[in-house]
């Protein structure tokens, strides 16, 4: 059984790219979350999605950063005109039933943003 | 917005030591959770202790719940130098279940052999 995948797990772009990343939950989960990390700190929730529904995306800023989890694929964190600041790592987790329960995390990606 | 607070942020024992981690939250709860990351991974889940529960194991953790102080601790008994990891505790709201997990920024543990 394969875990949660996520891919690129670097991803290294310019000021001004878009970013995308992907993440693969584990079979027959419908629950997906990201998380972005700073180094030092802990994991700041962005976006919760269960299969072509946005559930909660309280933590993703309004502009630039949008989020999918299409019926047929992996789920997509989009960043688009990357800035500096936005260099974190990534994490996408996923379960079977909703939040409250155990989550299972991708080893991440590590944006750079040059 | 409701966040664990772990504490210390950092720890340093010997091996076979044991090492205690705490954890405070702000608001009501559903469950508490604790999950351990190593340095560049994801994190990986260790355990699960609802509202109802005082204190739970698995093999050499022992976690402890006081709903009354919004408080919780994670006990590493004869710790090894493999336990060397960040220590997240992630709470959920307490309310409808659809909340996502608030992580605090975590304990960082250091076993030497």
């Known amino acids: 059984n394969a875990g949660v995948m996520q891919n690129p797990r670097h991803l290294v772009r310019r000021r001004g790219q878009e970013a995308r990343l992907r993440c693969s939950p584990m079979?027959?989960?419908?629950?997906v979350y990201w998380y972005r990390q700073l180094p030092e700190e802990g994991l700041k929730f962005m976006v919760y999605l269960q299969k072509e529904n946005i559930i909660d995306e309280s933590g993703m800023p309004k502009e630039r950063f949008s989020a999918e989890f299409p019926k047929e694929g992996p789920s997509i964190l989009r960043i688009q005109q990357v800035v500096r600041g936005d260099s974190a790592a990534y994490f996408c987790a996923s379960s079977p039933l909703g939040p409250n329960e155990k989550l299972f995390f991708g080893s991440g990606t590590q944006l750079s943003v040059l | 917005s409701q966040q664990g607070e772990e504490d210390p942020q950092a720890l340093s024992i010997q091996e076979g030591e044991n090492a205690t981690m705490n954890c405070s939250y702000k608001t009501s709860i559903n469950n508490l959770q604790w999950y351990r990351q190593n340095s560049g991974r994801g994190l990986v889940h260790l355990i699960l202790i609802r509202s109802n529960e005082r204190e739970k194991h698995s093999g050499r953790l022992r976690v402890t719940l006081d709903t009354s102080k919004k408080s919780s601790s994670l006990l590493i008994t004869a710790s090894r130098a493999a336990d060397t990891a960040s220590y997240f505790c992630a709470t959920d709201a307490g309310n409808s279940g659809n909340t996502p997990l608030v992580f605090g920024k975590g304990t960082r543990l250091s076993v030497i052999a």
């Open positions: 079979k027959g989960h419908s629950h």
